[in-house]
Antibody, heavy 119, light 110 residues
Framework: EVQLLESGGGLIQPGRSLRLSCTSS????????LTWVRQAPGRGLEWLGF??????????EYAASVKGRFTISRDDSTRTAYLQLNNLETEDTALYYC??????????WGQGTLVTVSS | QSALTQPASVSGSPGQSITISCTGT?????????VSWYQQHPDKAPKLLIS???ARTSGVSSRFSGSKSANTASLTISGLQAEDEADYYC??????????FGGGTKVTVL
């Protein structure tokens, strides 16, 4: 069974940094690109960025709204992807999901990890 | 990277058909057949319903169907049921090698 489990969320002060993890099971992470999506309370889905699988270069692309502040990385040996959040703002408060790619579709979603930015 | 445009809400009676539109541009929806649709029930993660405009995910009811014309994709739910009450999102791959979501549509079963 394909599973994605996000962790690392919590309450954090504005301006601080946080690293979220996405641990995979039930499939070979190395064969897939991964995307991060967030959902602010009561709001819609916002695509943040993705990291390609190694055969496709292993590079990351980002939404303009977070480029330069957020960084996506991956460690296929531990089946884990990461989202580094820097210089956090209150507007970054959201549920953060990692999502597996199957070709050009975001198919399997984790349950999300909640990040609350507040002083 | 503007969000795709969806109606905020759509409603229908049980047994009726409803259609949710998703309007993008010639750089995303109109350029690629990489439109997908997701269903999200309250406090749950989104679930993939449709990929590549019209390919239904295994296990998804045949009451759900997708299509596209020019820059607008559509999700049709036929034979509306109470369990279909949820939020629905479209997403598309774009020319900038990024993805973009629609703002979401709340479906209410009257």
């Amino acid at each position: 069974e394909v599973q994605l489990l996000e962790s690392g969320g919590g309450l954090i002060q504005p301006g601080r940094s946080l690293r979220l993890s996405c641990t995979s099971s039930g499939f070979n992470l190395a064969d897939h690109s991964l995307t991060w999506v967030r959902q602010a309370p009561g709001r819609g889905l916002e695509w943040l960025g993705f990291i390609a699988s190694r055969p496709f270069g292993g590079t990351a692309e980002y939404a303009a709204s977070v480029k330069g502040r957020f960084t996506i990385s991956r460690d296929d040996s531990t089946r884990t992807a990461y989202l580094q959040l820097n210089n956090l703002e209150t507007e970054d408060t959201a549920l953060y999901y990692c999502v597996r790619h199957q070709h050009m579709t975001l198919d399997y979603w984790g349950q999300g990890t909640l990040v609350t930015v507040s002083s | 990277q503007s969000a795709l445009t969806q109606p905020a809400s759509v409603s229908g009676s049980p047994g009726q058909s409803i259609t949710i539109s998703c309007t993008g541009t010639g750089s995303d929806v109109g350029l690629y057949n990489y439109v997908s649709w997701y269903q999200q029930h309250p406090d749950k993660a989104p679930k993939l319903l449709i990929s590549d405009v019209s390919a239904r995910t295994s296990g998804v009811s045949s009451r759900f169907s997708g299509s596209k014309s020019a820059n607008t994709a559509s999700l049709t739910i036929s034979g509306l049921q109470a369990e279909d009450e949820a939020d629905y999102y479209c997403a598309s791959y774009s020319i900038t090698n990024t993805w973009v979501f629609g703002g979401g549509t709340k479906v209410t079963v009257l």
